[in-house]
């Protein structure tokens, strides 16, 4: 998943929509939960990966086979609460791309106004003397006239 698609992002409006309105909270670690605004807006990607690890671990942990029967017991509790973890899961990982897409984004335009920088410094240190007589005399020119207008 490179790119954040449209269906990517109504998919994540949709989930968000869904964790906002039940008023969900999620464990981040120990003593911390955080909800939907504060993971968009607040937390690191990499904390968004450490809580992704969490939440399929407890998917695992819940919907496994049971330790005393050694079977799947998935009641209607448990069946609820893992799907309650998938949501969270689904989110998660919409949310962890996105702000991946956003992060690689906002650091290439970084990189692009840094090389426009160095290009247009090398531009300025090849020019010739006469060059650069020349686009002062047309800015003085440019000066001069916007005067008398």
């Known amino acids: 998943m490179e790119n954040f698609s449209k ?9 968000v ?6 008023n969900d909270t ?5 003593g911390q939960t955080a ?3 504060e993971l968009v807006n607040n937390t690191s990607i990499n904390t ?6 969490n939440v399929t671990t407890s998917i695992s942990r819940l919907s496994g086979p ?6 799947f017991s998935l009641n209607k509790e448990t069946s609820t609460e893992v799907d309650k973890f998938k949501m969270w899961e689904r989110f998660l990982v919409l949310l962890i791309v996105k702000k991946t897409v956003q992060e690689t984004s906002e650091n290439t335009k970084k990189d692009i106004v840094k090389l426009e920088s160095e ?8 020019k010739t003397p006469d060059q650069k007589m020349a ?8 000066k001069k006239k916007a005067l008398i207008d």
């Open 7 to 15: 269906e990517h992002r109504e998919e994540l409006d949709k989930l």
């Open 17 to 22: 929509l869904s964790l906002v309105w039940n």
């Open 26 to 30: 999620i464990s981040l670690s120990i």
């Open 35 to 37: 909800n939907v605004y």
């Open 48 to 53: 968004l990966k450490k809580t992704l690890n």
């Open 66 to 71: 049971d330790k005393l029967f050694g079977e």
């Open 119 to 126: 290009l247009n410094a090398l531009k300025e240190n090849t």
């Open 135 to 142: 686009e002062l005399q047309a800015e003085i020119d440019s």
